[in-house]
C-alpha cells in the first residue's frame, strides 16, 4: 500500500446526507504523479446523482463521498519520472484517473471505454485500497497521463467545467459530425446544455435550444443559439417537426423523448448524454418513420479532451459560473434540483481553508 497524507475535504456520509467537512487520505505522489493544489472544482448534476445514490442500479455509492470532476489547480509537487508537468504549471482533471492502457480503447485514446477505467470519485482506489475521492477538496495527487493542460488565458473557475460538461458535449459533437449547415438541437439549457451550446456555434452550427425556462431564453440567444423553443408549447415542437440533424439531450430528469425524437430528419440522431435515474420510454414508431438513432455518449478520452481545452483557448470558451465557497455547495445541490443555475456552480476551494 502506498504511504498517505491528509487532505481537507467535503463529503456526503449517506444518501440523504449533507456535504460536511472530512479528512481524507491521498497518496504521496509515486513517480508518475502530479500533486495538483485544487483552485476551483464545477458542481455536475452527476456529482448530485451520485451523492443521492439515483444511479445504484449501475454504479452504487460508497461512503463517505467525495464528489468533483471538474478539477482545476496548480502543480505544486511532481514525481521523478513525470515529463508533461513541473512544478507551478496549470494542471486540470476530469472524470477519470486511471485506466489499463492496455486494451484497445486505452490504444486509441478512448479510456472512457475501458473495462477497468478508474473514476475520479467512487471507484475503487488501487493505491490506497479505499474508494476513489473526488475534487471537492483542497487537493489531488493523479498519474500524469491522466492529467491535462489549461490553456493559461482561460478564466480559470470558468474552465473547470470543461473537463466534464465541456468533453461530455464536445465529444459527440465532433463524433456525430456537427459542423457548418447541420441543424442541431440541444435539450436541457443547464451546465452541459449550455457548453453544447457553445460548441455548437463554434462548430459552426444551426442551433436550436429546447428549454423548459422562458427565463432563459434571452441567454441561450446570447450563448449562441439561433433559435429558442420553449419546449412545453406545442406549437412551437410541432413546427420543427423532422428538421433536425442531430440534438444532443443533456436533460438530468424524467421526459418525454419521443418528443424529440420526432424533431429529428430521415437519418438522423438523438443522442443521450443526460442520465435521468429512471429508464426513458422509447416509442419504437419515432425511430422507425424516418431510419432516426438513438444513442448515447460518456465523457471523452484524454486525447480528445485536451483537443477540447485547446479548441477552448482558441476559441476563448468557459462556461458560464456562478462561483461560490464550498459552504454552499448544498445550496447549490437544491438550486440544481430547480434548474436554478446559469449556468454551472464552480468552487473557489480557497474556501476550503477556512474550514
Ligand atoms: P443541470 O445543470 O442540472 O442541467 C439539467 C437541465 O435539464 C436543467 O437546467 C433543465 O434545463 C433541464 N431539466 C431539468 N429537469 C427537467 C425536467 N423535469 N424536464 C425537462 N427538462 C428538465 O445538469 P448537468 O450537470 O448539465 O447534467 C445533465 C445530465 O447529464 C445529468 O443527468 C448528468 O448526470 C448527466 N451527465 C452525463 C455525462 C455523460 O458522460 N454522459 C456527463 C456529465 C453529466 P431547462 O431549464 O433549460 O429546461
Ligand atoms: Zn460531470
Known sequence: MATSWNAKAYAAAGPTASLAPIT??????????VHIEILYCGICHSDLHTVRDEWKSVMPTVYPCVPGHEIV????????????FKSGDLAAVGC???????CGDCQHGLEQFCANMTLTYNSPDKHLG????????????????FVLHVPSQLDLAGAAPLLCAGITTYSP?????VTKGKKVGVVGLGGLGHMAVKFAH????Y?????????????????GADEVVISRHRDEMKKQRGSFDYILDAVSADHDINAYIDLLRRDGTLTLVGAPEKPLAVAAFSLIFGRRSLSGSPIGGIPETQEMLDFCGTHNITADVEVIPIQKA?????RLLKSDVKYRFSIDMASLKSV
Open 24 to 33: 481524507i487520505a491521498r497518496r504521496e505522489p509515486t513517480e508518475r504523479d
Open 73 to 84: 489547480g496548480r502543480v505544486t509537487r511532481v514525481g521523478s519520472a513525470v515529463t508533461k
Open 96 to 102: 477519470m484517473v486511471d485506466s489499463d492502457r492496455t
Open 130 to 145: 479505499a474508494v476513489t475521492y473526488g475534487g471537492y477538496s483542497d487537493a489531488i495527487v493523479v498519474d500524469e497521463r
Open 173 to 177: 459533437m465532433r463524433h456525430w459530425g
Open 202 to 205: 463554434a462548430l459552426g452550427a
Open 207 to 223: 442551433v436550436v435550444v429546447f428549454t423548459t425556462s422562458p427565463n432563459k431564453k434571452d441567454d441561450a440567444l446570447r450563448l
Open 330 to 334: 448544498n445550496e447549490a445541490y437544491d
